[in-house]
């Protein structure tokens, strides 16, 4: 009797083995997750649980002052590209997402009708939009 016990742990056993064995080997490789910590990441998860008033100000970091202060913003256009640069509006053309720096040129606001004034209005309102 204890000879069936016996032949019954031994295939238990066996089967959980290769089993275990099997999904090892079929297993997809997990891939690592790698978790950011700062401090700005912190405060903006903080002030999304604490602070959900979406009229309190975003808070300027110095590397975002750094950024701004070494960015252009340019915004794309019906294939052209707009920026300004000592208050003085560039358009340049834009081919396969490339901006064409040998087609930059000043924009000409004198020469143009009341449909392309308005566009220009839009334009440089949404490069001055935040700042």
């Given at each position: 009797?204890?000879?069936?016990?016996?032949?019954?742990?031994?295939?238990?056993?066996?089967?959980?083995?290769?089993?275990?064995?099997?999904?090892?080997?079929?297993?997809?490789?997990?891939?690592?997750?790698?978790i950011v910590v700062s401090q700005s990441r912190t405060n903006e998860l903080f002030k999304k649980v604490?602070?959900?008033?979406?009229?309190?100000?975003?808070?300027?970091?110095?590397?975002?002052?750094?950024?701004?202060?070494?960015?252009?913003?340019?915004?794309?256009?019906?294939?052209?590209?707009?920026?300004?640069?000592?208050?003085?509006?560039?358009?340049?053309?834009?081919?396969?997402?490339?901006?064409?720096?040998?087609?930059?040129?000043?924009?000409?606001?004198?020469?143009?009708?009341?449909?392309?004034?308005?566009?220009?209005?839009?334009?440089?309102?949404?490069?001055?939009?935040?700042?």
């Amino acid at each position: 009797m204890a000879m069936e016990y016996l032949f019954g742990a031994i295939v238990t056993a066996t089967t959980i083995f290769f089993t275990y064995r099997w999904f090892v080997k079929t297993a997809v490789p997990r891939k690592s997750i790698k978790i950011v910590v700062s401090q700005s990441r912190t405060n903006e998860l903080f002030k999304k649980v604490f602070m959900p008033d979406p009229s309190f100000p975003k808070a300027t970091s110095q590397a975002m002052k750094d950024f701004d202060a070494k960015s252009t913003r340019v915004l794309i256009i019906d294939n052209e590209a707009y920026w300004i640069k000592n208050n003085t509006v560039f358009v340049a053309e834009v081919i396969d997402g490339e901006v064409e720096k040998e087609t930059t040129r000043e924009v000409d606001t004198m020469a143009m009708d009341k449909v392309q004034l308005k566009k220009m209005i839009f334009i440089v309102e949404k490069l001055k939009e935040g700042l």
